[in-house]
C-alpha cells in the first residue's frame, strides 16, 4: 500500500538484449538492496529500446524475456519488486503524449544527456522526433508510477532534472500537488570498465560478459582482459590503476583483505598476470555459477516468466491508471 | 461494418470554443453529405486543443460540449457519423507515442503547416514538443480510425503528405500492409471571409458569428460588416469583390437568381449598402433561427449528450483498439 509520504523506487532497462556485469555492478545489486526497503518497479523498456532498435522486434522482444530471466536469476523477487513491460502499461504512453505540452524543443535539446547521445550518433537534426521527446517519456514512466527515488548514474541527473521540471510545471498549471517530484539516488559504485577497458562495459562496443555466460566463455573473457601494457616481465612493477583485472577484483572478490595484498605484490613487482587472472576466475565463476544455474531452471517454464510479467505489469497499471485519472482530472479531461 | 475496401472519414475540431459560420460554410457542410455516404469519425480534440490553450482546461472542456452541440444542431446524425472526444480514446495518444519514432525532427520542422504557424507564432524553437509533433498526432488519429478520405483545407495538404509519409514507413518496417493511406477531400467552398474581411473568419480574430448567435446578434454583426469602402453615395457603382456582404449571400442565399440580380444592380450603382443588408439579414436569421432553436433544446439535456459522446467514443474506441492491437503485434509488443 503506497501513502502520499511513501518511497517508491523507479528503475528499469531497456531491452535491447541480456544484461551483462556491467548491469550487475551498477545496478542490480543496488535494486536487490532496494527491494528490502521500498517499494520498487522495475520497468522493461521494450517502446523505448525500439525506439533505438528501429525494426528489430524480434530482438526486443526476446530481450524482455532475457532480462527478466536475469532478474530472477540475480534475486529480484517479484514479490518485493514489481516488474513490468512498458508497452503492457499504455498509461506510460498516454501521460508522455500529455507532458509533450509542458517541454520545449529548446528544453530538450539543452538537455545534456540528449545532447552528448545526439553528438555520439552524428545525427543532429535527422534523429527521430521519439529520441528527442525521450526524456518526457522517462518523465511519465517515473511520474505515472509515482517514483521518488530514482537510481541513477552521474550521466543521467539531467534526466532528473528535466522530470522535476515537469512536474513543478504541471502541478503550477493544474494548481494541485498531482505529480510528485523525485530524487537521484547516485549509485556509489564505479563504473565497471569493459574487457578491453576502454570505456564503461556495454553490448554495444562488445567489451561485455553476460551474467549467462557459461564456466568456458568466462575463462576466456579473463584470459582476453586487458591488465598493464607495461607489465612486460613477471618481475618489473605493475600498475593496479586502468587494469581491468583489479577493477574486477575490486568489484567482485568478496575478500578485500586478498585483493588489497593481490594489488601490493603486484605494484612491487613478481606477480604474474596469470595468477591474479586465476583468481579472478575464481572469483566470477563463484559469482555466476549459481546465477546461471537458476537461470536455467527459470528458462525452462516460459510460461512462468510471461505470467510474472502479465502480474507486475497488471499491477504496475493500477497505480498508472490512477495517476492517469488524477492527472485527467486535473486537466479538465472529465466528461461524466 | 468496416471492410478492408471500405472508404472512412476522419475529420473534427480543435475544442477551442463553439463553431461560428466560417465553419457552416467549410467543413459542416460536408460532414452533412459525407455521412450519407460513408463511414465518418468526428474527433473533438480536446487534447490538441489544450496544446495551445495551455492551463485554460474549463475552456476546453465546455467546448467540447458547445461543439458537440453545435453539430446535432446543424444535423450531423449520431446514428450516422460517430462523434468522438480524444481524450476519452487513449489509443490515439499511444499510437501517436510509437509513430514518434519514425518522423525526423527535421523532417517535422520542414511541414509547411508547422512552418506557417510557427512564423505566424513567432516561436521558433521555443515551441512546446507538442506543438511540433502535433502531424504525428495527426496521422495517429487518422490512422488508429483506419480513415481513408480526410476533408481538409489546402493548407493542410502537407499534414496528409506527412501521414501517407508515416504510413508507408511504418507498413514498410514491419513488412505488412497494417496501416492504411489516405487521400485528401478538398473542399470546393472557398474560405468565409470575417466580418470585417480582414482574412478568414475565426474565433481568433473576434470577426465571427457564432452558430448559436442571438438574432439580435445576427443583426449586429450584418450591421457591422464591410462592404466597399468607396461605395460612398447609394447613387454610385459598387464593388462585388471582397466585398463581406456579397460573399456571405454567395456561401448562403439559397436564391443564387437573385443574389446575381443584386450583385448587378450593385455594380451599376443605385443599390444602398442598407438593403444589402437587410437581404442577408433574411438569409441569416432563416438559415440560424432554425440551427439555434434545435440547440437550445438539446442543451436543456446534457446528459444526453454525454452520453452520445460516451457512445461515440466507445465505438471509435473499437476501431482503434483492434487498430492499436495489430500494430503492436507487427512491432514484436506480444507477450502472450
Same mark, same amino acid.
Given at each position: 500500500?503506497?501513502?502520499?509520504?511513501?518511497?517508491?523506487?523507479?528503475?528499469?532497462?531497456?531491452?535491447?538484449?541480456?544484461?551483462?556485469?556491467?548491469?550487475?555492478?551498477?545496478?542490480?545489486?543496488?535494486?536487490?538492496?532496494?527491494?528490502?526497503?521500498?517499494?520498487?518497479?522495475?520497468?522493461?523498456?521494450?517502446?523505448?529500446?525500439? !525506439?533505438?532498435?528501429?525494426?528489430?522486434?524480434?530482438?526486443?522482444?526476446?530481450?524482455?524475456?532475457?532480462?527478466?530471466?536475469?532478474?530472477?536469476?540475480?534475486?529480484?523477487?517479484?514479490?518485493?519488486?514489481?516488474?513490468?513491460?512498458?508497452?503492457?502499461?499504455?498509461e506510460l504512453a498516454e501521460l508522455s503524449f500529455y507532458l509533450m505540452n509542458l517541454?520545449?524543443?529548446?528544453?530538450?535539446?539543452?538537455?545534456?544527456?540528449?545532447?552528448?547521445?545526439?553528438?555520439?550518433?552524428?545525427?543532429?537534426?535527422?534523429?527521430?522526433?521519439?529520441?528527442?521527446?525521450?526524456?518526457?517519456?522517462? !518523465?511519465?514512466?517515473?511520474?505515472?508510477?509515482?517514483?521518488?527515488?530514482?537510481?541513477?548514474?552521474?550521466?543521467?541527473?539531467?534526466?532528473?532534472?528535466?522530470?522535476?521540471?515537469?512536474?513543478?510545471?504541471f502541478n503550477r498549471m493544474v494548481g494541485k500537488p498531482i505529480l510528485r517530484e523525485?530524487?537521484?539516488?547516485?549509485?556509489?559504485?564505479?563504473?565497471?570498465?569493459?574487457?578491453?577497458?576502454?570505456?564503461?562495459?556495454?553490448? !554495444?562496443?562488445?567489451?561485455?560478459?553476460?551474467?549467462?555466460?557459461? !564456466?568456458?566463455?568466462?575463462?576466456?573473457?579473463?584470459?582476453?582482459?586487458?591488465?598493464?601494457?607495461?607489465?612486460?616481465?613477471?618481475?618489473?612493477?605493475?600498475?593496479?590503476?586502468?587494469?581491468?583485472?583489479?577493477?574486477?577484483?575490486?568489484?567482485?572478490?568478496?575478500d578485500s583483505v586478498k585483493v588489497a595484498e593481490l594489488k601490493a605484490h603486484y605494484?612491487?613487482?613478481?606477480?604474474?598476470?596469470?595468477?591474479?587472472?586465476?583468481?579472478?576466475?575464481?572469483?566470477?565463476?563463484?559469482?555466476?555459477?549459481?546465477?546461471?544455474?537458476?537461470?536455467?531452471?527459470?528458462?525452462?517454464?516460459?510460461?512462468?516468466?510471461?505470467?510474472?510479467?502479465?502480474?507486475?505489469?497488471?499491477?504496475?497499471?493500477?497505480?498508472?491508471?490512477?495517476?492517469?485519472?488524477?492527472?485527467?482530472?486535473?486537466?479538465?479531461?472529465?466528461?461524466?
Amino acid at each position: 500500500m503506497t501513502t502520499p509520504q511513501s518511497t517508491v523506487v523507479v528503475t528499469g532497462d531497456r531491452t535491447t538484449g541480456p544484461l551483462h556485469l556491467g548491469h550487475f555492478a551498477g545496478s542490480l545489486q543496488t535494486r536487490l538492496q532496494l527491494q528490502d526497503q521500498h517499494q520498487q518497479f522495475i520497468l522493461l523498456a521494450d517502446t523505448q529500446a525500439l !525506439a533505438d532498435h528501429q525494426g528489430d522486434y524480434h530482438g526486443v522482444r526476446q530481450a524482455v524475456i532475457d532480462i527478466a530471466l536475469d532478474y530472477l536469476a540475480v534475486g529480484i523477487d517479484p514479490q518485493k519488486s514489481t516488474i513490468l513491460i512498458q508497452s503492457m502499461v499504455p498509461e506510460l504512453a498516454e501521460l508522455s503524449f500529455y507532458l509533450m505540452n509542458l517541454v520545449t524543443v529548446a528544453r530538450l535539446e539543452r538537455n545534456p544527456t540528449v545532447k552528448n547521445e545526439l553528438r555520439h550518433k552524428g545525427q543532429e537534426r535527422d534523429v527521430a522526433a521519439g529520441f528527442l521527446t525521450y526524456p518526457i517519456s522517462q !518523465a511519465a514512466d517515473i511520474t505515472a508510477l509515482r517514483g521518488t527515488l530514482i537510481p541513477v548514474g552521474e550521466d543521467q541527473l539531467p534526466m532528473i532534472e528535466q522530470t522535476n521540471e515537469i512536474v513543478r510545471r504541471f502541478n503550477r498549471m493544474v494548481g494541485k500537488p498531482i505529480l510528485r517530484e523525485c530524487e537521484a539516488l547516485l549509485s556509489n559504485t564505479t563504473r565497471l570498465p569493459g574487457l578491453d577497458g576502454k570505456g564503461k562495459m556495454s553490448r !554495444a562496443a562488445g567489451n561485455h560478459l553476460s551474467l549467462s555466460a557459461s !564456466a568456458d566463455e568466462i575463462t576466456a573473457a579473463v584470459n582476453r582482459m586487458y591488465t598493464d601494457a607495461q607489465h612486460l616481465t613477471v618481475g618489473s612493477p605493475g600498475r593496479v590503476e586502468g587494469n581491468v583485472v583489479f577493477s574486477f577484483l575490486d568489484a567482485f572478490d568478496p575478500d578485500s583483505v586478498k585483493v588489497a595484498e593481490l594489488k601490493a605484490h603486484y605494484q612491487h613487482g613478481g606477480l604474474a598476470d596469470s595468477v591474479v587472472k586465476a583468481r579472478l576466475n575464481e572469483v566470477l565463476q563463484a559469482l555466476l555459477a549459481p546465477i546461471r544455474a537458476r537461470r536455467q531452471e527459470l528458462a525452462k517454464e516460459p510460461d512462468a516468466i510471461l505470467s510474472m510479467l502479465l502480474c507486475g505489469s497488471a499491477k504496475a497499471r493500477q497505480t498508472a491508471v490512477l495517476t492517469l485519472h488524477k492527472v485527467k482530472t486535473a486537466m479538465g479531461m472529465y466528461y461524466f
